[in-house]
């Protein structure tokens, strides 16, 4: 599985982004999709999953409502949208995939930084 992760930039402070993560090399059938973040000096933070066969979706505890993954079958995409952006969600957002019987992500894409301005 080939996973090419787009739409990050920089915004303001309370607006709204899109991430992107398109894969190939395979189908979702059988795969958990997640999104992390890394900020630099600090350890990759896991903020959202979904599985590909049945749309459930997993969240950290941090999420509080502002972050939400949705799928596109038909693209094969999976999707991170963020709203009322913070400073702190400043990072290299990453999107990563695993099958359902692996205990860690084993397919990872480029990440995409996400930068947000006060």
């Known amino acids: 599985v080939q996973l090419q992760a787009s739409g990050g930039g920089l915004v303001q402070a309370g607006g709204s982004l899109r991430v992107s993560c398109a894969a190939s090399?395979?189908?979702?059938?059988?795969?958990?999709m997640g999104w992390f973040r890394q900020v630099p000096g600090k350890d990759r933070e896991f903020i959202a999953a979904?599985?590909?066969?049945?749309?459930?979706?997993y969240y950290a505890d941090f999420v509080k409502g502002r972050f939400t993954i949705f799928r596109d079958k038909a693209k094969n995409s999976v999707y991170l949208e963020i709203s009322n952006l913070k400073s702190e969600d400043t990072a290299v957002y990453y999107c990563?995939?695993?099958?359902?019987?692996?205990?860690?992500?084993?397919?990872w894409g480029q990440g995409t930084q996400v930068t947000v301005s006060s």
């Open positions: 090399g395979g189908t979702f059938r059988n795969i958990i």
């Open positions: 979904i599985r590909g066969n049945a749309d459930i979706t």
């Open positions: 990563a995939a695993r099958r359902s019987g692996s205990v860690s992500y084993e397919f």
